[in-house]
DNA sequence: GTAACCAGTTGCATATTGCAACTTAAAGGA
DNA sequence: TCCTTTAAGTTGCAATATGCAACTGGTTAC
């Protein structure tokens, strides 16, 4: 099997393709942003996200459906519904935090507000890297992708 | 001010915002993906992608125009195009890998392969997570937004 | 010199997104 | 009670974006 075969393969059960087809759409994303921000209702999201009533409506429906926000009506006003974050949809806080300092460092070239901190230190966040299992941070080059089959050999 | 406008503004400036408007588009991750393991020309890319052709050529010229691929002419062959990560491209890596991660953990529910390791001990890499500045992994109910302003303050 | 190859482009079909107006059900107030 | 406002959508239609197949233009290999 020749190299592009080969990967194609490998890219169909690739987990960005598996995490793409559930929050890969546009606005997904910072719908979920404003979830780790506090926001929880339609018209919350529709006002500070300026997105199309539509389109939001068919991402929250989307995103419930895959368990990354749940959906819980208000039993003190019935008309409010609640989106609140999954342990699912909490743990796309690396991808989001990642995504921001990224486009921080690369693209608006300022850091964002409100900063991300330790709550009981008040101190920022340390930038998100690819690291042993023992904390050390590793650039690309130290780095290798081998094959599943060949890191049982040890 | 209230919170909806407060947050409309928080938004706007946000490095999230500004990542997605260049790296946003439907195919633009699954590109990087394919650079970050080992693919340079355009047809590598169609063959292993499955993108239409008019796209992957707006997506490279896109990538290039952002400055996260470089686009050079093969001297040897002058047919061929290849196509490189740059610094700012490769400093992509943490995002993808804690999107693979995730989408391995939450929605395919397997490894993918290959696998990320370190190149000198052959392990793979730990999960992207939020750290402190001495490493130490932070879960959600750890960490706090604060003001910019509010950061000064020590 | 001719066939195959690479990196695109073009025209047209389909799908996704955006916009504005409308709907339904539920509060809230006089 | 009736009238107004609010929350969470839905609907119809216009504008974009994506997908597909065929074609182009400049190499390169035979």
Known sequence: MHKAEHLKEVFAECGISAALEVVGERWSFLILRGAFNGLHHFEE??????????????RLARLVEHEILSREPDPSD????????????????????AL?????????????NPVLVDRLTRRPVAKIAVRTEDGRSLTLGELAWVDRSELAEG
């Open 100 to 112: 921001r300092q990224w486009g921080e460092r690369w693209v608006s070239g300022m850091p964002s």
């Open 78 to 97: 019935r008309r409010r519904v609640a989106y609140r974050l999954t342990d699912k949809g909490r743990e796309l806080l690396p991808v989001l935090i």
């Open 45 to 58: 999201y529709q006002s500070t996200l300026g997105i199309a009533r539509n389109i939001l409506s068919n």
